[in-house]
């Protein structure tokens, strides 16, 4: 069995720098693994995909040489390709289904992905807008479901009009992930694609200030809300309330909103010699990386289970490690301690694991007389979000809960009323881009039937 081909990466100026770490594959090595596929009949594969990319179909493209052909068969399924193969979890989803997972290594799918949609933006090539038959649609937020389901509408011959509350489009692909990880030319080409299908953008909109969701209701045949989770979750410990104290959401908005990457811009963020990241998902690993190439000395990751259970992906972890990141396990935080009201340490207890609770995970449980202190000028607390309560407070109580998510069929997104439709973390809570964009997809396609149905056709 052939070997599966390992991406380069940026050398030693990683931590310097935010240019991407993940290089992509060359054509030789595409070819190579490409060439590793078995085109099984049995698809499973493209069972593990959540937008239902017809995986096998485009890697044969691949490997005959039809790169647009390849492009093409992609986006019959995803409009944000090269984005989903930077940061969609492959490895638990189509990667994991992959037959040859069952005795080595799978087919690197998601590298594959990024190959060809990297090579089809070198080459210029771009969507085109097919005519208009069907009826308006207003998609609210500009994350990765708002642009998936406003490509999809468009696709199908609706009028799309996206409404963005910030000055930049792309939601939490914008504010939530880092240069180094999804570089904003990426970002911004996919935003052309799905621009170029005729889909209107319209950003700095407050659904609730700017227009209120029954003007919108008025407006369209149908309403889309994909406004994701983007309120930071806090510890509710002591000091959380000194200057040096972040949210993940914060720290990551400065950074990649504000340009705070980039030199030239005098964006106000400050990071102590020392810092600690609390938590260990994808957010902690792009905060604690980030923190590094805004000078930090020394960066912690601490969290209060082990490695086994960290819900980050693996990748996102060993690349976090070998960039020098320090992990305080089985460590959880129980105070932010300061002097002179300057944070000087993160007070912790040590922790042990017992029986699995609810999520599948190990209960960590506090060892007694075991606390200690990491000495830090700065805290970033990364242990989740919610919805923002501004859209929630502002349409209908019938399709909120009571924790400001909305109501709506997991299947095609439909709320209680008619022609209003969500999907994404709004629905679910925090979750993953290419899992938001599986929604968006069915919810697309239940639009597209509701608004036929309307107008009887």
């Not at 052909?69 to 490895?91: D, F, H, T, Y």
């Not at 199908?156 to 009009?161: D, E, L, N, P, S």
């Not at 809300?225 to 309120?231: D, K």
């Not at 000495?375 to 309560?389: D, K, L, M, R, S």
């Amino acid at each position: 069995m052939s070997v599966r081909q390992v991406m380069p990466k940026l050398g030693e100026e990683r931590t310097t720098s935010f240019k991407e770490v993940a290089l992509g594959f060359t054509p030789d090595q595409a070819k190579l693994e490409a060439d590793r596929c078995l085109q099984c009949k049995q698809r499973f594969c493209v069972r593990g995909c959540p937008v239902g990319i017809e995986i096998p179909d485009f890697i044969k493209l691949l490997r005959e040489g039809d790169l647009e052909g390849a492009a093409r068969k992609i986006k019959e399924k995803n409009s944000l390709p090269a984005i989903c193969g930077r940061v969609c979890p492959q490895e638990n989803q189509c990667e994991k289904e992959c037959i040859l997972a069952r005795k080595g290594q799978p087919i690197a799918i998601g590298a594959l992905e990024r190959f060809v949609a990297d090579w089809e933006r070198e080459q210029g090539i771009c969507g085109e807008a097919p005519p208009q038959r069907g009826g308006t649609v207003a998609v609210v937020g500009s994350g990765p479901a708002g642009l998936t389901a406003a490509a999809q509408l468009a696709l199908r011959g609706h009028k799309v009009t996206v409404f963005e509350a910030l000055h930049a489009v792309g939601g939490v692909l914008r504010y939530g992930i880092p240069e180094f990880r999804l570089p904003k030319e990426i970002l911004e080409a996919e935003v052309d694609y799905v621009k170029s299908l005729g889909v209107e953008i319209k950003t700095n909109v407050l659904i609730g200030r700017t227009i209120s969701f029954e003007e919108l209701r008025q407006q369209f045949d149908a309403i889309f809300i994909a406004t994701g989770a983007g309120l930071p979750h806090f510890l509710g410990i002591p000091g959380e309330n000194l200057p040096g104290v972040y949210s993940a959401n914060e720290f990551l908005t400065r950074v990649n909103l504000m340009h705070a990457y980039d030199p030239s811009f005098d964006t106000p963020i400050k990071v102590g010699r020392q810092v600690a990241v609390v938590g260990a998902g994808n957010v902690a690993m792009d905060a604690a990386r980030t923190a590094l190439r805004l000078g930090a000395e020394e960066v912690s990751i601490v969290y209060r289970r082990s490695w086994e259970e960290m819900p980050a992906r693996l990748e996102e972890r060993e690349n976090a490690r070998e960039e020098g990141v320090k992990f305080q396990l089985l460590t959880n935080p129980v105070a932010i301690l300061e002097e002179s009201g300057q944070i000087k340490a993160l007070r912790c207890v040590k922790m042990e694991l017992q029986e699995a609770d609810s999520t599948g995970r190990r209960r960590p449980v506090a060892i007694p007389d075991s606390e200690f202190e990491i000495p830090v000028q700065t805290v970033i607390i990364a242990v989740g979000q919610g919805p923002n309560p501004i859209l929630s407070r502002n349409v209908p109580e019938e399709i909120r809960t009571e924790r400001g998510y909305l109501k709506a069929d997991q299947e095609t997104g439909a709320t209680s009323i008619p022609g209003v439709y969500a999907g994404g973390d709004i629905v679910t809570g925090a979750a993953t881009v290419i899992a938001a964009m599986g929604a968006a997809k069915r919810s697309a396609q239940a639009i597209d039937e509701y608004i036929r149905r309307k107008k009887g056709k």
